[in-house]
């Protein structure tokens, strides 16, 4: 039974809901207009329950099933939020918003779980309870975090969770997934130089911190290959330089740098965070000068559990039809590791076809993957949770 018949009957309504969400996009937590129209469609399918606010602007819905005599718990999630890219598609649903688009595909994650609820809410052939989550704040605002912290996992006494996540580059509706480590740790930093500005044709009466900036930058680059263990992964870049004076005649009194840090291991992020803050203190004491570290922690790694893993895989395979691919590593972030740290479950990628890559203003999510993404998200709870 590769896709559901429900579901594929509903390929157009969700299209059109897909569609109208990406010409309305909105940031971080101010998805209200998203969360609103979320909240509506979850009731209107008959949800049990219908509870809004948690994490600031997530949506949950409580679907039980026709029987609940194992007392199982299943959280499947999904992420409202945009990116403030301006929209070039051309498409005549594109972005109303200026300077914000739907450039990760999230108006489509969004649909394709509203989708599956409504099939789980009239069906509701499975044993258990299903908790639908819809997300805000994903890129960057930590709003997975958010929803834990305020009581998810225990309010709606969640056992496991899942997500999905569309992918460019592999082939439309088939799955790729991975065990253990699979997102990126994604913490960031700034560093502050201050040396002694003064005339740029006197450099021996200053301490000049673009060029001790400079040494930082080529000193951290040999984190990674000097101290990390080749045999795991970590990306050290510095991402912005900016000097205290644009002057052509004069050499500034301070540099601050940014940039970002990406790893997949716990011992390796704390080994990278300690080495970075001493070259750069100890670069720029070298030279006389001052190096001020602000080094903050950022999403954690995203850690599939085995035995969900295995069981999603299994799910997808049912779905599409075909084997479901070994993803990747990925070195970019994803706050769902926060959901995975507090409870079991497997994250997996559904392909988006021969698409832009996410975060470019010409992505568009493939409304072709929408039933068997929807198909995926059902099947899980039905076949984790069989009818008695």
Known sequence: MPIKNRLAELHDEITEWRR???????????????????A?????????????????TGVVGVIRGKSDAAGRVIGLRADMDALPITEATGLDYASENEGL???????????????????????????????????PAEEGGGGGKEMVDDGLMERFAIQEVYGMHNWPGVETGRFAIRPGPFFAATDQFVIDVAGRGGHAAKPHDTIDPTVVSSHIVLALQSIVSR??????????????????SHAFNVIPQTVR????????DADVRAQVEERL????????????????????????VMVNSDEQTTFAAEVAERVSGQETMEAPLVMGGEDFAFMLNARPGAYI???????????????????????????????????RMPAA
């Open 257 to 264: 740098m940014r940039g970002t840090v990406r790893t997949l």
């Open 277 to 300: 803050i001493a070259l750069a203190e100890t670069t720029a004491a070298a030279f006389g000068a001052r190096a001020e570290v602000d080094y903050q922690r950022g999403y954690p």
């Open 20 to 38: 109208d969400l990406h010409a309305h996009p909105e940031l971080l937590f101010e998805t209200h207009r998203t969360a609103g129209i979320v």
């Open 101 to 135: 688009m739907h450039a990760c595909g999230h108006d489509g994650h969004t649909a394709m779980l509203l989708g599956a609820a409504k099939y789980l809410a009239e069906t509701r052939n499975f044993d258990g309870t299903c908790v639908v989550i819809f997300q």
């Open 227 to 244: 101290n990390v263990d080749p045999t795991l992964q970590a990306v050290v870049s510095v991402t912005s330089f900016e000097t205290g």
């Open 349 to 383: 990628l559904v392909g988006n076809g021969d698409s832009a890559m996410v975060h470019h203003p010409e992505y568009n999510f493939n409304d072709d993957a929408i039933p068997a993404g929807a198909s995926w998200w059902a099947e899980i709870v039905e076949r």
């Open 40 to 56: 509506e469609k979850l009731r209107a399918f008959g949800c049990d329950e219908v509870v809004t606010g948690i994490g600031r």
